[in-house]
């Protein structure tokens, strides 16, 4: 138990549509970062918010876009979804924005793009 | 930019049997290195760490040090266990980028009694 809830767990999209996924981090941190791993790969670093502004972007599209609440919270919204956007989506919590700090994830939330 | 590598899988082994699981990595600082574990359909768990060199991070019977000589993290198990069939994943972060970790690709690693 991580204390990184997300929600839902498991969505079906079509093509052409939006998705909201949220994170919920553990009590107190304030760090928070998405990763997108496709079946069979590692998960590949989205993005990651700090004190509520993004502190880092890896190479996906401008469509991938996210927030972080006062209560340190967040969400990734996706646009105009595709195909290849058929993931795990995983969420990610630390203390800090500095290297070498724990961090934990959440179960993930499984998104199928039809 | 950085990177890290992985043994290739997937790996098949007898209950008991000794586990290495090779990663080496690329960075351009002094990155803090870990080992998460992936069991099917869940997220991921930290198994181990480490944040400077020659540290070794354990937990659960796995023990990893960190090689700054040879850019290494390799896992080590001495008696693997069925219940440690899972996908095992090599991952760094750097000292100024937050919790943005990079993994290596994973290796599917098997116990069968």
């Known amino acids: 138990e991580t204390g990184v809830t997300q929600s839902p767990t498991h969505l079906i999209k079509t093509r052409g549509q939006q998705v909201t996924l949220r994170c919920s981090s553990q009590?107190?941190?304030?760090?928070v970062s998405w990763y997108q791993q496709a079946l069979g790969q590692g998960p590949q670093f989205i993005f990651q918010?700090?004190?509520?502004?993004?502190?880092g972007r890896g190479n996906f599209p401008p469509r991938f876009s996210g927030l972080q609440f006062p209560n340190y919270s967040s969400e990734l919204n996706v646009n105009a979804l595709e195909l290849d956007d058929s993931a795990l989506y995983l969420c990610?919590?630390?203390?800090?924005?500095?290297?070498?700090?724990?961090?934990?994830f959440g179960e993930g939330s499984w998104l199928t793009v039809v | 930019g950085d990177s890290v590598t992985q043994m290739e899988g997937p790996v098949t082994l007898s209950e008991e049997a000794f586990l290495t699981i090779n990663c080496t990595y690329t960075?351009?600082?002094?990155?803090?290195l870990f080992w998460y574990v992936q069991y099917p359909g869940e997220g991921l768990q930290l198994l181990l760490k480490?944040?400077?060199?020659?540290d070794k991070g354990s937990n659960k019977g796995f023990e990893a040090t960190y090689r700054k000589e040879t850019t290494s993290f390799h896992l080590e198990k001495g008696s693997v266990q069925v219940s440690d069939s899972a996908v095992y994943f090599c991952?760094?972060?750097?000292?100024?980028?937050?919790?943005?970790?990079?993994f290596g690709e994973g290796t599917q690693l098997t116990v069968n009694p």
């Open positions: 960075a351009t600082g002094y990155p803090s």
């Open positions: 918010y700090y004190r509520e502004e993004e502190n």
């Open positions: 480490a944040t400077k060199a020659d």
């Open positions: 990610a919590s630390s203390l800090g924005g500095i290297g070498g700090n724990t961090i934990y």
């Open positions: 009590s107190g941190h304030n760090t």
């Open positions: 991952a760094l972060s750097e000292e100024t980028s937050g919790s943005r970790l990079t």
